[in-house]
Nanobody, 114 residues
Framework: QVHLVESGGGLVQAGGSLTLSCAAS????????MGWYRQAQGKERELVAT???????VYADSVKGRFTISGDIAKNTVSLQMNSLKPGDTAVYYC????????WGQGTQVTVSS
C-alpha cells in the first residue's frame, strides 16, 4: 500500500515563497516519477511540475522560472520550491507518484493573498 503525505501549504502574500514537501511510504523501489498537480476552485486539476527518476523535469508554463521541483529517489520524496507567488497560484496542491499506478496525496491548500 502506497501512501503520500504532503506538508508545507499555507497562506502567503503575493511575491512570497512557500515550499511543499511530499514523502511516499510503502513498498516502493525507485519511483517512475513524482510531482505536483493543483486544482483551483471551480477548475480542473492541472499539472504544476513533475520529475522522473532520471531527473528529468516538466513544468507548467505558468510556473516556469518561479517554481523548482526536486526529488530524492532513495528517500521517495519530492519538494516544490515556489517563489514569486501570485494570487493565481491559489489552489489545493496534490502530490503525485507514478509507480505502476498513479497515486495521489490528500492535498494541501496554498492561498496567495494580493
Amino acid at each position: 500500500q502506497v501512501h503520500l503525505v504532503e506538508s508545507g501549504g499555507g497562506l502567503v502574500q503575493a511575491g512570497g515563497s512557500l515550499t511543499l514537501s511530499c514523502a511516499a511510504s510503502g513498498n516502493i523501489f525507485r519511483f517512475n516519477a513524482m510531482g505536483w498537480y493543483r486544482q483551483a476552485q471551480g477548475k480542473e486539476r492541472e499539472l504544476v511540475a513533475t520529475i522522473t527518476r532520471a531527473g528529468g523535469t516538466v513544468y507548467a508554463d505558468s510556473v516556469k522560472g518561479r517554481f523548482t521541483i526536486s526529488g530524492d529517489i532513495a528517500k521517495n520524496t519530492v519538494s516544490l520550491q515556489m517563489n514569486s507567488l501570485k494570487p493565481g497560484d491559489t489552489a489545493v496542491y496534490y502530490c503525485w507518484l507514478l509507480y505502476g499506478l498513479n497515486y495521489w496525496g490528500q492535498g494541501t491548500q496554498v492561498t496567495v493573498s494580493s
